[in-house]
C-alpha cells in the first residue's frame, strides 16, 4: 500500500510562490507516474501536472503553464509543485496522486493540502 502525504500549503498574496511537496512510502515510488491534481469549492477536481517515472518527461494543465514546475527525487520517494506567479484562481486543496500504469486512473491519494491566494 502507497501512502502519499502533503505538505507546504498555506496563504499566500497574488503574485507570490509556494513550493508543494509530496512524500511516498510503501510500493516502487520510481515506477510510478507522480501527479498533482487541485479541487477548488463548488468545482471538480482536475489535474495539474504530472512527471513520469524518470522525472524526465512532464505534462502541464494550461492554466499553470509557465507559473508551476513539478519536480521528482526518487532517492528521497518524493515530488515537488514549485508555484510561481500565483494568482485566486489557483485556491484550492492540491492532492499528490500516484499512477501504477503508463497511463489511465491514479491508483493512490494524498489527503491534500490547502493553498489559498488572496487578491
Known amino acids: 500500500q502507497v501512502q502519499l502525504v502533503e505538505s507546504g500549503g498555506g496563504l499566500v498574496q497574488a503574485g507570490g510562490s509556494l513550493r508543494l511537496s509530496c512524500a511516498a512510502s510503501?510500493?516502487?515510488?520510481?515506477?510510478?507516474?507522480m501527479g498533482w491534481f487541485r479541487q477548488a469549492p463548488g468545482k471538480e477536481r482536475e489535474f495539474v501536472a504530472a512527471?513520469?517515472?524518470?522525472?524526465?518527461?512532464?505534462y502541464y494543465a494550461d492554466s499553470v503553464k509557465g507559473r508551476f514546475t513539478i519536480s521528482r527525487d526518487n532517492a528521497k520517494n518524493t515530488v515537488n509543485l514549485q508555484m510561481n506567479s500565483l494568482k485566486p484562481e489557483d485556491t484550492a486543496v492540491y492532492y499528490c496522486?500516484?499512477?501504477?500504469?503508463?497511463?489511465?486512473?491514479?491508483?493512490?491519494w494524498g489527503q491534500g493540502t490547502q493553498v489559498t491566494v488572496s487578491s
Open positions: 496522486a500516484a499512477r501504477i500504469g503508463y497511463s489511465g486512473d491514479y491508483d493512490y
Open positions: 510503501g510500493g516502487s515510488f520510481s515506477s510510478y507516474t
Open positions: 512527471v513520469f517515472r524518470s522525472g524526465g518527461r512532464t
